[in-house]
Structure formats: C-alpha cells, structure tokens
C-alpha cells in the first residue's frame, strides 16, 4: 500500500502516481477510449525542416545531444522495440499494472528497494537518452504497479508537458527531451 503522503509528494513534482479513480498511473493524457483524451497522440520528432532542426539543437547539462530526432529516425527505432513499447513511447499508452519490466527485459516486479535492485541507468527505448537512474526509483513503485521516479537524470533530459487551461484533467505528461515520446 501506498504510505500516506508519498502520492502527493509526486503528485506536486508532477511525477506518476495512481490514478484515484482508475487502475492506471496519472499522466498528462488519460487515454482511455472513453474520454475525449483518448485520442491523444505524442508530438514526437520533428518535420525535417531546417529551422526546426537548429531551433532544436541543445547540448544537456550532461554533455548529451538533445537536438529533436526526425520523425523518421523515430520510426526506424521504434521497429526495433516491442509493441507495447511502442504504444506507451509513440502513442502514449499506459503498459499492463504490475508488468515492471523494461524494454530490454529486466524486471523491477516485486520489492523495490535500494538493496532489491542493481545500480543502473534507464534510457529511452528511441534515441538511447539518460532518463532516470535506479537510485531514483520512487518508493511507491513498490505498491504502484507501475515504475515511478522522484527525479530525472537531468532536469534537461525530460520534458512536462502541462494541460491546457481549460482542461479539467491536471495531470502532467513526462516526456523525452530528445524524441518527445511519452515516458
């Protein structure tokens, strides 16, 4: 069970966290078919034109090419990750509750405790960007279902996508920087 206050301390950073209401982690966009937000799609890559391109190119504060990837390119390396992968980073779906399991197979599923789990580092599936580490695993992804972090690598290395004003959903989207797929 989630310890009392751990939601809202996410909830305020604009991390992932139940949904109160639903079997599904809060994010920007609930895509359930059954809202209007089900038609959500990311704004991944960009056009290919020129001024997007040098409007996109940045440096991290890590050292890491954050410069916006091509559609394309996007395209190309999502054929090479599974379906579901693809669903959550392309389409901004939600993965099944309890899988934690990453792209490339390890499994987070059961405690989630610093002593549980191995030092590492979690990239994005398209376009290999530094996201978050193991040491920022958050403590409800032990009871959540669902991996959850306290921090990113690097402020730069993600970015939050907020709902518009008029929206009466206020949860807050966590994207890459480099790919603008949903995390």
């Given at each position: 069970p989630v310890?009392?206050?751990?939601?809202?301390?996410?909830?305020?950073?604009g991390?992932?966290?139940?949904?109160?209401?639903?079997?599904?982690?809060?994010?920007?966009f609930?895509?359930?078919?059954?809202?209007?937000?089900?038609?959500y799609?990311?704004?991944?890559?960009?056009d290919?034109?020129?001024?997007?391109?040098?409007?996109?190119?940045?440096?991290?504060?890590?050292?890491?090419?954050?410069?916006r990837?091509p559609a394309?390119?996007?395209?190309?390396?999502?054929?090479?990750?599974s379906?579901?992968?693809?669903t959550i980073?392309?389409e901004g779906?939600?993965?099944?509750?309890?899988?934690?399991?990453?792209?490339?197979g390890?499994?987070?599923?059961?405690?989630i405790?610093e002593?549980d789990?191995?030092?590492?580092?979690f990239?994005?599936?398209?376009g290999?960007?530094?996201l978050?580490t193991?040491?920022?695993?958050?403590?409800?992804?032990?009871?959540?279902g669902w991996?959850?972090?306290?921090?990113?690598?690097?402020d730069?290395?993600i970015?939050h996508?907020?709902?518009?004003?008029?929206?009466?959903?206020r949860?807050?989207?966590?994207?890459?920087?480099?790919t603008?797929?949903?995390?």
């Amino acid at each position: 069970p989630v310890q009392k206050g751990e939601e809202n301390v996410l909830a305020a950073n604009g991390w992932s966290f139940l949904d109160p209401d639903e079997s599904e982690p809060l994010s920007a966009f609930d895509v359930d078919a059954a809202n209007v937000e089900g038609q959500y799609k990311p704004k991944w890559g960009y056009d290919g034109s020129k001024d997007d391109a040098v409007e996109n190119t940045h440096i991290s504060s890590f050292g890491f090419d954050l410069k916006r990837m091509p559609a394309d390119d996007i395209r190309n390396e999502a054929e090479k990750i599974s379906v579901m992968s693809r669903t959550i980073l392309l389409e901004g779906g939600t993965d099944e509750p309890n899988t934690k399991r990453t792209n490339n197979g390890y499994d987070f599923s059961g405690s989630i405790t610093e002593e549980d789990v191995q030092k590492g580092m979690f990239v994005c599936a398209i376009g290999g960007l530094p996201l978050f580490t193991t040491a920022d695993l958050s403590p409800t992804t032990a009871s959540s279902g669902w991996l959850s972090f306290s921090n990113p690598i690097a402020d730069d290395h993600i970015e939050h996508i907020h709902p518009e004003d008029a929206s009466q959903d206020r949860r807050v989207e966590v994207i890459c920087a480099r790919t603008g797929c949903h995390l």
